[in-house]
């Protein structure tokens, strides 16, 4: 359904996006996932058609948004960074100008708006102008501005920032329930969130495109990822330390505390996960170790968002403290 | 022109409407608008002293009224969209932007209008105490409300630069005084003595206040609503260019 090939975005001398290029289909949510100023929301900006790229093209089903961008925008549901909206209007009067603006008339809009209202929990304030609002009604009532539409794509500029804990749990809900006939991307910082909505997810940083995969394949990336960590009731750490390094599958091992005793083992290469912690299960039971827990680390994925991403980042404050 | 692009210009034009009435922008306008004017024609321009079954006393203050009021209806027109963010909102939607700027553009027209509309009494009064001709009145109208116009698109205009309203406010008050300054007599006596007639009969033509006097006379000629028509679409074609290159940065 939308289709980004080779996107750049230039401001005067500064590359905001350089060289883009992902596909998004039907029953995919992709997350968009950067430090700030990566480009993030200019790539939704460009794929909404709010700013035209400097290069590259974007296709949204089956209309290229520099050529048709009134039936592409069609087909599109968008939540823009910040959530605005009109501040004098009531809750339903800006659903029923957005409504009308996607061509939606008489009845049909009634019930257009009347699913959105449901879906964003917004009934309590439909008559209130939205300037009298809490920021998480206010967020809730543009993001069902960009669904009012029953929309086939979806982008959502950090749709949970601002709201509370249980807002949250709602909108990631119903991100992941639209997600089963829509094609949606949204922008967040907040990693569970990628891990809870994401069918695949996107890292990018200064402009461009630094890891693609789903959420699985991307914490694999981490350094833990594979290592099989083991708590132990009791034991001395430089026992348990001598006996794992003499393992062969084990690469090396690290003490992450002494009490209670907690041993981190990293496999050798071409050494599966499971092997190793099948190896160790017989260690622990040749030593009679008294075990309390033996885990597979799956990797983190916010330790893989700062490996990719902070020495770009380390190096443009280099630069710009230069 | 199909229908189906003038729908979203109504609904623009709806939406910046219910904007207009329900802030106190439209309800000042309108009575400072009508304050004023009646100050000037009844108090200044000594209305019933001049004897006079006609309303040059009253529109002969119109160009000067509307210099500092329709910059301030207009003013908000793009920057508050600028300063919301809804901009965003409104571009992304299957609307084109010049349907979004004509729709903002005649719903301030339309305030304006109004304004106008409720002089009407006016009218009635000198109707009642003598004969005036009617037909210079309706002339005298039409040219106040294409003025209005010319005033409107060039806030317009400025307020697509910036999204702050007083900036905007204050550039479209300087881009309408010189409309009206090269046409002003004043000026363009003073002008005679320094530059080539031809000159300044040129600088002249571009000015609302020659056009403005024209209409005002009762001769609806064509190169005067022609006049007022250009200035419109001129400024609102220019607010889509500052729309676009400010979208491409």
Known sequence: MINVRN???????????NGISFEVEKGEVLGFLGPNGAGKSTTMRMITGFIPPSGGEITIGKFKMNDQPIEAKRLIGYLPENAPSYADMTVLGFLNFAAELRGLQGDARKRAVGRAVEMCFLETVLHQSVETLSKGYRHRTCFAQS??????????????????????????TLIRRMGE???????????????????RAIIIDRGKI????????????????????????????AA???????????????????????????????????????????AALRERWQLQELHIEEGRLDEVFRNITLPDTAAAAKEASK | ?????????????????????????????????????????????????????????????????????????????????RRLGTIELLLTMPVTPWQAIVGKFLA??????????????????VNYLGNPDNGVIFAGYLGSLLMAGAYLAISAMTSAMTRNQV????????????????????????????????????????????????????????????????????ALFTTGVILRAHRAG
């Not at chain 2, 301030?108 to 009064?125: E, K």
């Not at chain 2, 609806?220 to 250009?230: A, M, P």
């Open chain 2, 167 to 234: 900036v905007s406010f204050i550039l479209a008050v300087v881009l309408s005084l010189f409309l009206i300054l090269a046409g002003y007599p004043p000026v363009t006596n003073m002008l005679v003595q320094w530059a080539n007639p031809l000159v300044v009969d040129g600088i002249a033509a571009f000015s609302v206040m020659t056009h403005f006097e024209s209409i005002q006379k009762g001769v609806i000629d064509s190169r005067d609503v022609i006049y007022f028509l250009s200035v419109i679409v001129f």
């Open chain 1, 147 to 172: 669904i009012v539409h029953d929309p086939e794509v979806l982008v959502l500029d950090e749709p949970t920032d601002g709201l509370d804990p249980n807002q949250k749990y709602e909108v990631r």
């Open chain 1, 7 to 17: 996107i750049k975005k230039t401001f005067g001398p500064k590359i905001a996006v």
């Open chain 2, 108 to 125: 301030s027209w339309a305030v304006v209008a109004l304004a106008l509309a409720l002089t009407l009494p006016i009218v009635i009064t």
């Open chain 2, 1 to 81: 022109m199909s229908t189906a692009s003038f729908s979203p210009i109504k609904t623009i034009a709806k939406r910046e409407l219910s904007g207009y009435f329900s802030s106190p922008v439209a309800f000042v306008f309108i009575v400072i608008f009508l304050l004023l004017a009646g100050f000037f024609t009844f108090m200044v321009a000594g209305f019933f002293e001049r004897g006079e079954a006609n309303l040059s006393a009253f529109f002969v203050w119109h160009p000067w009224l509307y210099l500092f009021l329709v910059p301030a209806v207009g003013m908000r027109m793009w920057s508050e969209e």
């Open chain 1, 240 to 282: 348990v330390k001598g006996t794992i390094d003499g393992i062969s599958s084990v690469d090396r091992t690290v003490v992450i505390s002494e009490s209670p005793l907690t041993v981190r083992a990293y496999p050798r290469k071409n050494t599966s996960s499971d092997d190793l912690s099948r190896a160790l299960g017989e």
């Open chain 1, 181 to 199: 006939k829509k094609a949606i991307i949204f922008s967040t910082h907040i990693l569970e969130e990628v891990e809870a909505v994401c069918s």
């Open chain 1, 210 to 237: 630094v890891a693609n995969g789903t959420p699985r394949d991307l914490k694999q990336r981490s350094e833990h990822a594979g290592a099989v960590t083991l708590r132990l009731l009791d034991g001395s750490a």
